[in-house]
Structures are given as C-alpha cells and as structure tokens.
C-alpha cells in the first residue's frame, strides 16, 4: 500500500465551472477526512466519513461542495459553480478508528 | 473555542544548531497531539504524535517533543537541524473519538548553510 492517493495533483478551472476529486484511502481505514488549505495557513475541516456514513460537515463545506464515500473506499468532493474563493489545496486523509489519520499529496485547485 | 498558536510564523536557523518549534493550544480536555511536516506542494507527514503516556514522545528525523500539561504546549524539538528539515511545521490537537484535527497556522523553518 503506497498510501493516501489523490487525483488530479493540479486542476486549474473557470469560474462558474464544477470539478471533482478522487481520494483513495489506505486500503484498511474506515475513516476518510477532507481537508482544505489556502496559502498560510493550516488545514481546515471538511467533512468526514466512517465507513460510507458522513458523519460531521464542517460549517466552510456550503451547498456548493458535496463529499460521498459510496463503498466505503474511495471517497469523492465535488464542488459546483467554482469561485475564486475556492482555490486551495484539497488534503485528503484517512485513518484507522483511534489512530492518527494520514494525508495524501492533495490536490490544488486554482479558479481563474 | 479550541484552539491551536503557533507563534512563530518564520524561524531561521543554522546548520548543526538545536530548534525548538513552539505550539500551545486551547481545548477542553486533554487532546491528542501531533506535529506534522509539508514541504512545499506536497502533504503532511506525521512527524509524533501524543496520545497518553510519556509526556516526552520520539518521533521521525530525529524529533522529539515534550507535552506540559500546565502549559498547555506541546513545542517540538530537534538537537541539530539538517538542511533537508528546511518545510513548513504544523502542530495539531484532534478530539479523541472523533479525529477532527486543529491546526495550528504553521512555522516555515529555514535552513542556513
């Protein structure tokens, strides 16, 4: 296992347009966290799952930006009607129940 | 309101000299800990975590850091920095049962020769 992976590394996409994320978990954690980053600063909470069931939403995840996790597995954000506030870095993590979560590379969104 | 201080957003220091990373933190109980690394465009490595225990915790590339309950701190600490440790630092505290991490804003370490 090669760890947390995410796709795409780098998106640049217009304004007004949607995007989504792939994340792939370390393959034995039930536990799967989206995390964002703007420049100088550190990460801020999303959302999380626990197996496929969200179970919190962070008050920044408006109705633009929707997260599943269908299987359990992979897990999927999508953001609609991008803005230029939304350009960050997208951190994905995963962990097992009572362990330390894991972060993959991210991937940076930059809305022109 | 939980809470993570890094105070200091830049440290430079030099080759070979000792680097203390400081990080305090306001939550409601005691929470678990962590330092993380990012060098530029990449990820966070976990760099030690404190869950309980030993209030001194090891962790990779040499660092270590120390948890003072009366001080709410948890400053990270490495006797003689190399120039590959020249990243940016975060220290985070997450809430036991749910894993919801707090970031601090960072410290960018610089490296001189």
């Known amino acids: 296992d090669t760890g947390v992976s995410q796709d795409p590394r780098h998106k640049i996409t217009k304004r007004g347009q949607n995007v989504t994320f792939r994340c792939d978990p370390i393959?034995?954690?039930?536990?799967l966290y989206w995390y964002r980053q703007t420049l100088g600063q550190g990460p801020e909470f999303l959302t999380y799952?626990?197996?496929?069931?969200?179970?919190?939403k962070s008050r920044l995840l408006s109705d633009r930006f929707s997260a599943e996790r269908p299987k359990g597995s992979f897990s999927t954000l999508e953001i609609q009607r991008t803005e230029q506030g939304d350009s960050a870095m997208y951190l994905c993590?995963?962990?097992?129940?009572?362990?330390?979560?894991?972060f993959g590379q991210g991937t940076r969104l930059t809305v022109v | 309101a939980q809470s993570v201080t890094q105070p200091d957003i830049h440290i430079t220091v030099s080759e070979g000299a000792s680097l203390e990373l400081r990080c305090n933190y306001s939550?409601?109980?005691?929470?678990?800990l962590f330092w993380y690394v990012q060098s530029p465009g990449q990820g966070l490595q976990l760099l030690l975590k404190?869950?309980?225990?030993?209030?001194l915790v090891q962790g990779i590339k040499g660092f270590e850091a120390e948890f003072k309950r009366s001080q709410s701190s948890f400053n990270l600490r490495k006797p003689s920095v190399h120039w590959s440790d020249a990243a940016e630092y975060f220290c985070?505290?997450?809430?036991?049962?749910?894993?919801?991490?707090?970031f601090g804003t960072g410290t960018r370490l610089k490296v001189l020769a």
């Open positions: 993590a995963s962990s097992e129940q009572g362990y330390e979560a894991f």
């Open positions: 393959s034995e954690h039930n536990r």
């Open positions: 799952f626990q197996n496929e069931a969200q179970l919190e």
């Open positions: 939550y409601g109980a005691t929470p678990y």
């Open positions: 404190y869950f309980s225990g030993d209030t």
């Open positions: 985070a505290v997450g809430a036991p049962g749910t894993y919801k991490y707090i």
